[in-house]
Nanobody, 120 residues
């Protein structure tokens, strides 16, 4: 099995910053793309940012220039640094990781989510 544990969410005022972390553990041979998604009440889950094993990144237009995704492959951890937060960034943030458990194919896993609330 593979577990993803997120941390770093919370309540922050508009203009503030938060840093999310997601640690992968379990039966892991290799990790591929790691990413963050978010889902606000009444809305669909959307991609925020993702980073490949080669450290290529892409971001949602709404967070470009404010959020930075990074990874520490040795620690099996992905981070999301969120600056200049806006109330519309409020959502549950989910970690998403592609894991090869040694079978030669990647399976996709989700974390349990961490709440981010930005007050105006």
């Amino acid at each position: 099995q593979v577990q993803l544990v997120e941390s770093g969410g919370g309540l922050v005022q508009a203009g503030g910053s938060l840093r999310l972390s997601c640690v992968a553990s379990g039966n892991i041979f290799r990790i591929g793309t790691m990413g963050w998604y978010r889902q606000a009440p009444g809305k669909q889950r959307e991609l925020v940012a993702r980073i490949t094993s080669g450290n290529r990144t892409n971001y949602a237009d709404s967070v470009k220039g404010r959020f930075t995704i990074s990874r520490d492959s040795a620690k099996k951890t992905v981070y999301l640094q969120m600056n200049s937060l806006k109330p519309e960034d409020s959502a549950v943030y989910y970690c998403n990781v592609d894991v090869d458990r040694g079978w030669g194919q990647y399976l996709n896993y989700w974390g349990q989510g961490t709440q981010v609330t930005v007050s105006s």
